[in-house]
């Protein structure tokens, strides 16, 4: 990647990832999927790595008019398949300079009826896992970095770990437990990476469309609708936007964030949207 000038702050060159290798985990579908596009239109080379081929195979597809893209089937919770990927990414390339945690998994029943193994798996697939991944890859992050361009980690979290979700009708605990975790283990890790010219943030997602979310959206959009202040669901671009930012010489200086990329609904306290009602009542004075 050509040295950009410290004062050339044109968007081209300031988001610029040219020649970076990203790695995306949870990359064939999805949120994953759509920043793995991001990041290819912004000039990096691509890895995502899932457990479906099929889902793989669709992906690539959809990726094809991009040569700087592969792809890795992997299970993320599976100590040898995470040894197989680094081994895979440093015969490769070398080194990593970009690590996105977006594999993620959900489970939803009533309290009384929560399966042990339900918890285990979210918690496992969303917080052990994206631990030993990171730890895993970090001598390949730290063999990218240096201190004025250092390497990236990207942990996708998401609002449920902000606050306690309130639309969907069924609890989803160990899901906003998970999420709670891994936005601090963000700041930890972020302390013990600086060091080592690695920067470590989270992106916290409000709803999006996926296949996670496509059963909820059938049932709740509407809700889901009224309890954000933005009074709708995020897009893409609005996802894409922020990690572009985080990866590239624009956010070389943020470590330890958990960006909330949500419409406001983890602060609204499900209040949902004001309403023009709402606001004409607030403001009339009592009689
Ligand atoms: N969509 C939203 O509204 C929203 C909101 C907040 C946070 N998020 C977070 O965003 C991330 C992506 O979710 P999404 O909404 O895009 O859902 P999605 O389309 O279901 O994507 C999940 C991805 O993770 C992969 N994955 C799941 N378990 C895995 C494992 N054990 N090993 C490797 N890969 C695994 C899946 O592929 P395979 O099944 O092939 O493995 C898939 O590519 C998740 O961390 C989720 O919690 C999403």
Redesign the pocket.
Known sequence: MAEASPRDFSASRLFDLSDRTALV????????LEMAKGLLQNGARVIIA???RK?IDEALAELSGYPEVSAFE????RAEDRQRLAAEVEQRFGSLYLLIN?????WGAKLEEYPDAGFAKVMD?NVNAQFALTRDLAPLLAAAADAGAPARIIN?G??DGLHVPVVQRVPTFAYSASKAALHHLTRALAVELGPRHITVNAVA????A????RHVFEQYLADIEADCPLGRIGQPEEIVGVVTYLASRAGSYTTGAVIPVDGGTSISKGRGSVSEADRKRSFRRPD
């Open positions: 985990t949870g990359g064939s579908s999805g949120i994953g899932s457990r479906s889902k992997f299970d993320i919770t977006n594999a993620g998994t959900n697939t996708i998401s609002m997602p409000g709803f999006f996926s296949r996670m979310t």
